[in-house]
């Protein structure tokens, strides 16, 4: 399995920085980590690491060929629950996600249903909260369909945390060779789930992993916080048993790549130093 970095390793900076500095930390592997319709204001003016996903593909790709670096997903997190407005990154940016992927040759779009914000989101009842996530995933599943590249379901919201409605999204979507999982073990665990089981559960359908240790006072927040952007603490110092995830998925078919969401300098080279102890490269 190879290891790569989420590209918001520094505040205030463009993308090309955070490329600069992954692979300069040794990574030869790094996502699309944030990205926007059109164009933002934070991107012209120097201070915003983020794609346009309106940008020319190769263009994106070749940003991180300068450093040395293979772009291995772009991730697509959506709020799929509340209701579809302009203003939230839903089926429409997922769609646009897909096409970015699929013109820099990149295999996987990482996305999720997230937390509702609104109280018809929240009031929802769970048949209704599974009909518009997969709702609103429709198109964009048929369009990576026909492009070659596949969907992946990170846990990271009321649903995909937990392993039961992990699978009753996935089995309303149906398309099982083009969509599958991005293991979160830290959002998984917060959610309430056991990352071990999540991965037995879903071990054939798993084609990227984001890895994630969490320390123990965190424990007041699990089935009560949806995901989070890093861990604070280096992979195998928290309550996570990264080692066995680990196990269970190194011969899993069709995971190739993963990546490091991983605070800190220090924390990340001790993190990327426990996975090679594993096995990882």
Known sequence: MKVGCFALVDPFSLLDHQLERIAGMGFKYADVTDNHPGGILGREF???????????????????????????????????????SPARYATAEI????????????????????????????NLSYEEKIFITVEKLYEPVRLAEALGVQILLEPH??????????????????HPETVGVNLDTGNSWLGGA??????KAF?????????????????????AMYGCGFGPIALGEGVIDIAGVYDVLKDAPGLEYSTLEVGGDENMAKSYAYLKMLGAE
């Open 95 to 122: 769609y646009k996600a897909v096409q970015l992927a699929a013109g820099m040759g990149v295999k996987h779009v990482i996305t999720t249903e997230g937390d509702p914000k609104s109280d018809w989101g929240h």
């Open 46 to 84: 120097g201070f915003t690491a983020t794609v346009s996903l309106d940008d020319n593909p190769a263009d994106v790709r070749g940003l991180f060929e300068k450093h040395g670096l293979t772009p291995t997903s772009v991730c697509a997190h959506a709020n799929l629950l509340d209701p579809s």
């Open 194 to 199: 056991d990352p071990v089981a999540f991965a």
């Open 157 to 174: 919201g009321v649903l995909t945390d937990s392993i039961e409605g992990m699978q009753a999204i996935l089995d309303r979507l149906g």
């Open 203 to 223: 071990k054939g359908r798993i084609w990227h992993v984001h890895w994630k240790d969490l320390p123990a006072d965190w424990e007041k927040l699990r089935g």
